[in-house]
């Protein structure tokens, strides 16, 4: 495919999308609203306004989804650090570190990190993505079932790397995930597994309820027995609460560029592939942080590359999905699709074509979402200060507006009241691992991962007719299977090596 590139046709159309900023700005604001709140998403919000925005014109209708999308993405964190509840799978990651910070007075620059983190990683990415579309929408011909596997062992591989304290309960935990993942009928006959009799769960177990149940109705349980979500210390650092600590948290992930850079580049990556979503780019992102990290024993403490990568890669998700959508007309995810229907509804042909034919809609996303990103950075990180006071409400009122909350946004998704019931089951399997020493989030791993994996698992099998082998059937899924292992090893050499040079220091 070409594509010739012409910088006066992006100067143009840069200001023609930054004047439609009456659509921006709404929303901004409105994305991070529904992305705040566990259950609603761009998607369903998207689909809810369809009527209003069939009646748009093209571009304009375009741009006000592409600017909810990403504005969606950012908002998932802010509950996630705050309260430590996910707005959505994408974010599920950002509490291990996040949420720690805000108990250690340090919401208000947890914020300031996520809000800078987000904003650069898809600002890169967008900016990334515009200007290397025909070679990123090949990525999507070569990342096959096979490779899928490979990558969701990146993700899944996260269970062993939280085992690290504690073996046996990291990996007892994440097992448990991988069987409730399991619940439902199998993706070939259609036969149902572990539903006990529930025509609710003969589609698997729904996401939202195991996400909001095991990380916030868990957690609603447990801060009741304390005064206040955050500690004596914390307290009493948040009362020092200033325009300098938001300055200081853009500071603090400033110097991080390159770990925003290569985090927010998985994203882009994995967002290409038509299905794999920005859950698994910020388990992964996760994962290959920690793994690379100097200081490993850091995370899940509060620490600040911890909170980074997920914030980054689940951003750099979001230019990613739009590029098979708009190069070979395959949606990335489920608001991707959604923007199909709209530009199908116009008569708009996606796929190679339109880039010649109708540069402005080709083009225009992407650059609606550099300009939603740059427009982010003046209305959103002023925010983290006043976001952050949230956390001293007393837990008598907080605790019950979590629950509250959380069990509306597990109805939503599907309207049942089911996915309630079901959200308080998953609160109380949270609230006893965590009083027993079990980690909520290798339990969420095993949910998210383990049926996505099986679905590429059995699809790559039908394929090679049964042959297990097919698995290292592929160069590039070979190559990734290599990189698995470095990244599995790497940990524990690093630590024999650091433990062998703390011994010599000893006897000298």
């Known amino acids: 495919m070409e594509m010739e590139y012409d910088f006066a046709f992006f100067g143009e159309m840069f200001f023609r999308t930054f004047s439609l900023w009456w659509v921006i700005l709404p929303a901004i604001f409105l994305g991070l609203v529904v992305g705040a709140i566990p259950g609603f998403s761009a998607a369903n919000t998207i689909i809810i306004l369809l009527p209003m925005t069939l009646a748009m014109d093209p571009e304009i209708g375009l741009t006000f989804m592409v600017a909810l999308y990403a504005s969606s993405r950012m908002g998932a964190g802010i509950p996630a650090i705050l309260v430590n509840i996910p707005g959505t799978a994408g974010a599920a990651a950002t ?19 996520s809000f800078t ?6 600002l890169l990415t967008t900016v990334i993505a515009l200007f290397s579309l025909p070679w990123l929408s090949q990525i999507a011909y070569y990342l096959h079932s096979v490779e899928m596997i490979v990558i969701m ?17 990291g990996l007892i935990a994440g097992f448990f995930g991988l069987m409730i993942g399991f619940i439902g009928t199998d993706v070939v006959y259609e036969t149902p597994r572990g539903t006990f009799g529930f025509l609710e ?46 300055f200081e948290g853009v500071r603090i992930a400033g110097t991080k560029w ?11 990556i994995i967002g290409v592939v038509p299905g794999a979503g920005a859950a698994i780019a910020s388990f992964v992102a996760y994962q290959q942080s920690k793994t690379f990290s100097k200081t490993p024993e850091l995370y899940g403490t509060g620490h600040v590359e ?22 070979i007309g395959i949606p990335g995810g489920a608001t991707a699709a959604i923007m199909l229907v709209v530009l199908q509804f116009h008569g708009v042909t996606v796929g190679p074509d339109l880039f010649m034919t109708s540069p402005e809609l080709a083009f225009g996303p992407f650059m609606a979402m550099a300009v939603t990103y740059a427009l982010m950075i003046i209305m959103v990180l002023p925010l983290a200060r006043y976001m952050s006071n949230i956390t001293v409400v007393s837990t008598v009122y907080m605790a019950p507006i979590i629950i509250a909350f959380t069990l509306v946004g597990s109805f939503v998704p599907r309207a049942y009241l089911f996915d309630m019931n079901l959200a ?39 394929m090679s007719e049964g042959d297990i082998m097919v698995i290292f059937s592929s160069s590039i899924g070979n190559t990734l299977w290599v990189f698995l292992i470095i990244s599995m090893a790497l940990p524990y050499i690093i630590e024999k090596r650091r433990n062998k040079d703390v011994t010599i220091v000893t006897n000298d």
């Not at 983190?117 to 898809?122: L, N, P, Q, R």
């Not at 729904?206 to 004596?232: D, H």
């Not at 990568?309 to 190069?327: D, H, I, K, Q, R």
């Open 258 to 268: 390159w770990h925003i850079i290569w985090n927010s580049l998985i994203g882009l």
């Open 95 to 113: 509490p291990l570190d996040g949420y720690p910070m805000t108990k250690n007075g340090r919401g208000q620059q947890a914020l300031a990190m």
């Open 424 to 462: 308080l089951i998953f609160g109380v399997i949270g609230y006893v691992a965590r009083k027993t020493g079990y980690h909520v989030a290798a339990i969420l791993i095993g949910v998210i991962l383990g049926p996505l994996m099986e679905t590429y698992f059995l699809r790559a099998l039908r």
């Open 117 to 122: 983190a987000s904003i650069a990683g898809g």
């Open 306 to 327: 911890g909170l980074i990568a997920p914030e980054s890669a689940n951003n750099g998700v979001t230019s990613g999905t739009l590029v098979p959508l708009l190069v």
């Open 153 to 169: 062992f990146f993700g899944i591989s996260l269970i062993a790397t939280i085992a690290a304290k504690d073996t046996l309960k």
């Open 201 to 246: 769960l003969y589609d698997k177990v729904p996401l939202i309820p195991a996400l909001v149940g095991l990380f916030a109705v868990s957690e609603a349980f447990a801060i009741i027995e304390n005064r206040s979500i955050v500690s004596e210390n914390g307290l009493s650092t948040m009362k020092k609460s200033s325009w300098a600590k938001t």
